[in-house]
T-cell receptor
Framework: GEDVEQSLFLSVREGDSSVINCTYT??????LYWYKQEPGAGLQLLTY?????DMKQDQRLTVLLNKKDKHLSLRIADTQTGDSAIYFC??????????????FGKGTKLSVKP | GAVVSQHPSWVICKSGTSVKIECRSL??????MFWYRQFPKQSLMLMAT?????????EQGVEKDKFLINHASLTLSTLTVTSAHPEDSSFYIC????????????FGEGSRLTVL
């Protein structure tokens, strides 16, 4: 079946790098996503990676994809207190997510300590 | 990026009443919108796909008579929780697709429903 796994908590100090890991099961997923959810808010699309890519960098964010191991990671460089939030990994599944049925992990709560 | 807005942000209602939640795409047209439900410390679960001008498509296990969806225009979808009960208390989030990239979804801020 389809399943996305993430660790539930991560705590880092301000200025350090954060690495949030995710494993997924559907090897046919076309896109893999990272969303950020701040308290009481909806989801904000942070970045995504196409399945034929190994890495994508966008300012402080670096996404690494190991398709063989079905492992996705999000690295946040120079983590700030404003980065404290829940980060959701999601895969698009067989239909590329065209039906909106992205499969989400349970989210990793990132706490950044000053 | 594209903006999706939900209203209300939070609502408290009595058991047995109905509650309507609106989802608007503010700067783009969305023929398709999606409604999700999120329980505390859980991931999002897709409830239904809202199609402009036609009936919504519900995911397995979601009661269509309980969660009425209306997508009357290209910028507005509504979710009505009918005869709400405490177990319907949850965080409801909508999303809409913008741009050419398949799967590029933008989410609303979410609406927290508490049923007393």
């Amino acid at each position: 079946g389809e399943d996305v796994e993430q660790s539930l908590f991560l705590s880092v100090r301000e200025g350090d790098s954060s690495v949030i890991n995710c494993t997924y099961t559907d090897s046919s997923s076309t896109y893999l996503y990272w969303y950020k959810q701040e308290p009481g808010a909806g989801l904000q699309l942070l970045t995504y990676i196409f399945s034929n890519m190994d890495m994508k960098q966008d300012q402080r964010l670096t996404v690494l994809l190991n398709k063989k191991d079905k492992h996705l990671s999000l690295r946040i460089a120079d983590t700030q207190t404003g980065d404290s939030a829940i980060y959701f990994c999601a895969e698009s599944g067989k239909d590329g997510g065209s039906q909106g049925n992205l499969i989400f992990g349970k989210g990793t709560k990132l706490s950044v300590k000053p | 990026g594209a903006v999706v807005s939900q209203h209300p942000s939070w609502v408290i209602c009595k058991s047995g009443t109905s509650v309507k939640i609106e989802c608007r795409s503010l700067d783009f047209q969305a023929t398709t919108m999606f409604w999700y439900r999120q329980f505390p410390k859980q991931s999002l679960m897709l409830m239904a796909t809202s199609n402009e001008g036609s009936k919504a498509t519900y995911e397995q296990g979601v009661e269509k008579d309980k969660f009425l969806i209306n997508h009357a225009s290209l910028t507005l979808s509504t979710l009505t929780v009918t005869s709400a009960h405490p177990e319907d208390s949850s965080f409801y989030i909508c999303s809409a697709r913008a741009g050419q990239l398949t799967g590029e979804l933008f989410f609303g801020e979410g609406s927290r429903l508490t049923v007393l």
